[in-house]
């Protein structure tokens, strides 16, 4: 089954430190892959994506992810965490197609030390 | 440009209670919609996608409903709540196959916060 794994559940940070969120994906073959990121009682919103091509993706907010095909993750990394980084980020799959259902990971729950 | 709404943002309902969240997204036709629900402590779960009007599939099976009554509404029901239904429920578009170049992208709405008492 196809399955999007996220192993840290919770992961704090001191603001300007380095930060890598883990992502691991199970695919038959390789989906397309997000990461998004929910600020308290709000929405989704997208940091970045791989479609395919160059597997080091540039996002937003200075994210940035790299697609490993062996070892079938797409971490998720920051070089200076600042504090209005602390939120909740979750990593997605998608086989594309007609329905394009996202498959979503648990999460990850970033929190920031002054 | 599209935008979605969905509301209410928050909600508290007693158990056994009926429920009815709505979704419409403008600026664009025939989309793709979808309701997710998020769990305390638990990730993003999709419970619903629609590719046309009338057109539902659902991915768990539950005490939930969906409905697409037009083209850009969508609304997920419950006859009776549960108090496993408490969650954050979250309504999401992307365009139709062959419209955009970034179809595979979800656009999300802000969330409705449901808490059954």
């Known amino acids: 089954a196809q399955s999007v794994t996220q192993p840290d559940i919770h992961i704090t940070v001191s603001e300007g430190a380095s930060l890598e969120l883990r992502c691991n994906y199970s695919?038959?073959?390789?989906?397309?892959l997000f990461w998004y990121v929910q600020s308290p009682g709000q929405g989704l919103q997208l940091l970045l994506k791989?479609?395919?091509?160059?597997?080091l993706v540039q996002g937003i907010k200075g994210f940035e992810a790299e697609f490993k095909r062996s070892q079938s993750s797409f971490n998720l990394r920051k070089p200076s965490v600042h504090w209005s980084d602390a939120a909740e980020y979750f990593c997605?799959?998608?086989?594309?197609?007609?329905?394009?259902?996202?498959?979503f990971g648990t999460g990850t729950l970033l929190a920031v030390q002054p | 440009s599209q935008t979605i709404h969905q509301w209410p943002a928050t909600l508290v309902q007693p158990v056994g209670s009926p429920l009815s969240l709505e979704c419409t997204v403008e600026g664009t036709s025939n989309p793709n919609l979808y309701w997710y629900r998020q769990a305390a402590g638990r990730g993003l779960q999709l419970l619903f996608y629609?590719?046309?009007?009338?057109?539902i599939s659902s991915e768990v099976p539950q005490n939930l409903s969906a409905s697409r009554p037009q083209d850009r509404q969508f609304i997920l029901s419950s006859k009776k709540l549960l108090l496993s239904d408490s969650g954050f429920y979250l309504c999401?578009?992307?365009?139709?196959?062959?419209?955009?170049?970034?179809?595979?992208?979800?656009?999300f709405g802000s969330g409705t916060q449901l808490s059954v008492l």
């Open positions: 695919y038959g073959a390789t989906p397309y």
């Open positions: 629609s590719v046309g009007i009338g057109q």
């Open positions: 791989y479609f395919s091509g160059d597997t």
């Open positions: 999401a578009w992307s365009f139709p196959p062959g419209q955009s170049a970034t179809n595979e992208k979800l656009f």
């Open positions: 997605a799959a998608s086989r594309g197609g007609a329905t394009n259902k996202l498959i």
